[in-house]
T-cell receptor, first 114, second 115 residues
Framework: DGGITQSPKYLFRKEGQNVTLSCEQN?????MYWYRQDPGQGLRLIYY???????QKGDIAEGYSVSREKKESFPLTVTSAQKNPTAFYLC?????????????FGQGTRLTVV | AQKVTQAQTEISVVEKEDVTLDCVYE???????LFWYKQPPSGELVFLIRRNSFDEQNEISGRYSWNFQKSTSSFNFTITASQVVDSAVYFC????????????FGKGTHLIIQP
C-alpha cells in the first residue's frame, strides 16, 4: 500500500546524543515536510523539501538537520544543539509544493530524552 | 504572517449530539487554502477537507459539514449525530497559494464523545 512510513515509533535519547528519525514515502510525492508537535500545541514546521537535493528551514529549524538525497526519503537528525527535543515528530508529503495539495502524514515518532 | 486560531481546547459531548469546532484564520493573501485534519490516538493526521479562498460554498460529507465564511475569516466544522469513533484531536490549517513552506496549523481541538 502507498503511504508514509516513519521509524522508529518510539525513540529514547540520552542528553548530548544525536538521533536520526526516518521518513520514507512511496507515493511519488515531490514535497516532504517535518513537523514537531508538543502537548496542547499545533504542529510547527521544522524543515521542508520541494525537490531532491533541496530543502529549506521552517519556523523552528534550530538544532535540527535534514537531507534529501532520494525522492522517497527525508530523514531528520535531532542534534545535541536542540535544547528541548522531547516531542512527537510527524513527517508529511504532498504531490507538489503548491498550497492546494493536501499533505499525507506518517504515524509519527515519539522522541524522549532520558 | 498567517495564523490559525482554534479557541476550543477541548469539547466533550454525549454520543448523538451535534458538535461544532471553530476555526478562525488570518492571512494577507487573497488566494489561500483551508484544511481540516483529524488526529486519532494512533497519531497519524488524516485529511478531511480542503477549501480554496474563492469557494465559499458549504460542504457536506455524510455526518460532517463545513461552513466557510470569508466575511468572518472562519472555517467551522460540524459533526452531526456524533459517535464515539469521532473522538480525536481536530486541526484546522491554512496554506498560501504557493504553499511551498507547508501548512500553518491551529493548536487543535480535542473532541471527546462520551457513550
Amino acid at each position: 500500500d502507498g503511504g508514509i512510513t516513519q521509524s522508529p515509533k518510539y525513540l529514547f535519547r540520552k542528553e548530548g546524543q544525536n538521533v536520526t528519525l526516518s521518513c520514507e514515502q512511496n507515493l511519488n510525492h515531490d514535497a516532504m515536510y517535518w513537523y514537531r508537535q508538543d502537548p496542547g500545541q499545533g504542529l510547527r514546521l521544522i524543515y521542508y523539501s520541494q525537490i531532491v537535493n533541496d530543502f529549506q528551514k521552517g519556523d523552528i529549524a534550530e538544532g535540527y538537520s535534514v537531507s534529501r538525497e532520494k525522492k522517497e526519503s527525508f530523514p531528520l537528525t535531532v542534534t545535541s544543539a536542540q535544547k528541548n527535543p522531547t516531542a512527537f515528530y510527524l513527517c508529511a508529503s504532498s504531490i507538489s509544493s503548491g498550497g492546494y495539495t493536501e499533505a499525507f502524514f506518517g504515524q509519527g515518532t515519539r522522541l524522549t530524552v532520558v | 504572517a498567517q495564523k490559525v486560531t482554534q479557541a476550543q481546547t477541548e469539547i466533550s459531548v454525549v454520543e448523538k449530539e451535534d458538535v461544532t469546532l471553530d476555526c478562525v484564520y488570518e492571512t494577507r493573501d487573497t488566494t489561500y487554502y483551508l484544511f481540516w485534519y483529524k488526529q486519532p490516538p494512533s497519531g497519524e493526521l488524516v485529511f478531511l477537507i480542503r477549501r480554496n479562498s474563492f469557494d465559499e460554498q458549504n460542504e457536506i460529507s455524510g455526518r460532517y459539514s463545513w461552513n466557510f465564511q470569508k466575511s468572518t475569516s472562519s472555517f467551522n466544522f460540524t459533526i452531526t449525530a456524533s459517535q464515539v469513533v469521532d473522538s480525536a484531536v481536530y486541526f484546522c490549517a491554512l496554506s498560501e497559494a504557493e504553499g511551498a513552506d507547508g501548512l500553518t496549523f491551529g493548536k487543535g481541538t480535542h473532541l471527546i464523545i462520551q457513550p
